[in-house]
């Protein structure tokens, strides 16, 4: 069984390539383009990964990933243009198990998804 992801991120070109990117190497993803929409597919759906901007027009990708926490087990992963010292410990600090700073290294997203696919087994 593969992967299912949220994949959390308002740009549309960037959700869209990434999404597809993702589904290439057969993981699950369902895209939200909005903090209340990726909000109401955590209510619906499992996922065992969260993939999510942080800075976003109408939510905060830390509260997302707080919130999606109290209601599953699931590895978070910060994909954000904030690529400061300090803003990788704010990422860490409010549960994101992983941080990337824009642009992705897909090379590495896809060795901690190989890594989170072998601890379920």
């Known amino acids: 069984m593969a992967l299912r992801i949220l994949f959390f991120e308002d740009h549309n070109y960037s959700r869209q390539t990434v999404s597809r ?7 699950d993803v ?10 109401a597919l955590l209510d619906k ?3 065992d990964v969260l993939l999510s901007d942080i800075r976003l027009p109408d ?8 919130v999606a926490k109290s209601k599953q087990s699931l590895v978070a992963i910060a994909l954000t243009g904030l690529g400061t010292g300090k803003d990788e410990k704010r990422g860490l600090s409010c549960r994101f198990d992983h ?3 824009k642009p992705l ?6 060795a ?8 379920r087994r």
């Open 21 to 27: 990117l993702l589904r290439h190497f057969h993981y």
């Open 30 to 39: 369902v895209a939200a383009p909005d903090y209340r929409t990726a909000s």
């Open 45 to 47: 759906w499992q996922f």
């Open 59 to 66: 939510g905060d990708g830390c509260n997302l990933v707080t």
């Open 99 to 101: 941080y990337f700073v």
């Open 105 to 110: 290294d897909f090379y590495r997203l896809r």
């Open 112 to 119: 901690i998804l190989r890594g989170i696919v072998s601890r």
